[in-house]
């Protein structure tokens, strides 16, 4: 699919009513993008699919034309925490709406149901296993419809990492109100997902609106992770202080601990997390959103939905499991266009727990194969030696230039030949199972390679195998990052719970050295100078 130009671009046309709304209501003078075509198709009555980056203005897509067609529009979101405030921001602009969720009370469903079928709404928003309910279809069965908007759509799409089974259900409109426009919308944009959305929702005859996904004001950064606290600290000191931020963390202890350690460090930070008391979470978003200059530390529950302009970093200190999540949460910085940040810190560690998590998880096998191939993808944009930016709108179908403008167009790392130390340390690894029935982790395996003695090794006579100390000329830390990258790309692989080392599915060339391993050398994890591109 060729990509419009950028979403955030601001373009004059749309047929006057839809301006006019605009900018009464919403009080903007032009529309983004592509949403004066979007309105005007489906105001017009048409289906559409909706491609668009997070923040690229989404909700006026089906907002206005709610308010231009006859009836009420219907919106599907997942997002049953939000809409309260989503709601509550639309009837601040006169827009008459409502929510029908499970916070509410019967007797305040009903006066909503009311409403509804009296036509007295523009908008009602419902999750997804809401509307599947009979009762709710007899209801909007009785009610004038002018449209359904289903957002989030790719958790409709099962080869995604936000999949749910809900949304499946909701390929019943199609029949059941076969008149009435419907219009799917997702920051989410892999072909799979895209093709999923289509079929899984029946959408035959739909339009395809597809926006650039390039977020030129974003820089892309992944380090080397040493002490990650340490390097965010530094970032945020020396780039981004007093400015406001997100903190990924994979756990909710990761989560706390790293709030607490910033803000013994000077840093205004607060965790978010699932396991927080509701209040306590609803206090910190609210605080992140009003005040300035605030740093919440989160795990990926944080952000859904969430639409702070001036967010000048997103920092993540493990690994996400996907591309797709990468690309939203760091798609929540800068939405006001102006340079940010979206630094990555990566290391051997988050190689080997993310494969150990797929491995153990309760998961089917066609789910860890689905895991194990977003992984990967994540992984190969992390050891790339080309422009990130490219790496990243390739993988959403769309292809560009090196940007000049992420941390390896502006340091272009060094590559060498690491053929031979692969093949010392795969011999290490096959010495060790076949002479001692050995398997070990990355510790012990460096050590036999760089000749170190330790308790273990005397034990088990490693200094009479023939691999010992054959790796002396490498430091420990040049290791672990030819490690890294090597079971990045699967020459070796770290299994089980304790990821002992076992040669991985692509070690046999290497051995045979039918092939070279290039590596990239690591940077030292310095900060990298902002370029004036825009
Ligand atoms: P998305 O759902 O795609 O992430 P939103 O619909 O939340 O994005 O819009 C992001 C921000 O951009 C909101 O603050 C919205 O009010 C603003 N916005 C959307 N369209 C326009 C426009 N045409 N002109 C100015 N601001 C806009
Ligand atoms: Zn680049």
Known sequence: VAAAPSALEPTPAGSSRALEVLSRVFGYDSFRGEQAQIIDHVVDGGD?????????????????????????????????????????????????????NSSLEPHEAQAVEQQLLAGELDLL?????????????QLLQRARIA???????????????????????????????????????TATATRETHSE?????????????????????????????AAARDQLLRLIRTEHPGEAGIVYCLSRRGVEQTASWLVDHGVAALPYHAGLDSA???????RFLREDGLVIVATIAFGMGIDK?????????????????????????GRDGQPSTAWMAYGLGDVVNQRRFIDQSEGGEQFKRNARSHLDAMLALCETVSCRRVQLLRYFGQE????????????????????????????ALIRLDRERDQQFGSGQVIDVLRGKDNERSSQSRHHELSVWGI????????????????????????VGEYGVLVPGEDAGPVLRSEVTVELAVDRAPAKAPRSSRG
């Open 197 to 225: 959305i289509t079929e899984n929702l029946r959408l035959d005859h739909a339009r395809h609106f597809v926006s650039s996904f390039d977020r030129p004001n974003i820089q892309y950064r992944i380090d080397p992770k």
């Open 400 to 427: 560009s230039e090196a940007c000049g403008n992420c941390d390896i167009c502006l340091t272009p790392p060094t590559t060498w030949d690491a053929t031979v130390p692969a093949q010392k340390l795969l011999s």
């Open 147 to 185: 449209l359904f908007a289903i957002d989030e759509a790719h958790c409709v799409a099962q080869w995604g990492h936000d999949f749910r089974p809900d949304y499946l259900g909701l390929s019943v409109l199609a029949e059941t109100f076969p008149s009435v426009p419907r219009i799917a919308l």
């Open 125 to 137: 928003y419902m999750a997804p296993e809401r509307l599947v309910l009979h009762r709710t279809a």
């Open 309 to 333: 302009p001036d967010v000048r970093f997103v920092a993540h200190l493990d690994l996400p499991k996907s591309i797709e999540g990468y690309y939203q949460e760091t798609g929540r910085a």
């Open 471 to 494: 790796g002396e000329d490498l430091s420990e830390r040049e290791w672990r990052t030819v490690l890294r990258q090597l079971i990045a790309r699967r020459i070796v692989e770290a």
């Open 48 to 100: 559409a699919v909706v491609l668009m980056p997070t923040g690229g203005g989404k909700s006026l897509c089906y907002q206005i034309p709610a308010m231009l067609r006859e009836g009420t529009g219907i919106v599907i979101s997942p997002l049953i925490a939000l809409m309260a405030d989503q709601v509550a921001a639309l009837e601040a602009n006169g827009i008459r709406a409502a929510f029908l």
């Open 280 to 286: 306590v979470r609803h206090e910190h978003q609210e």
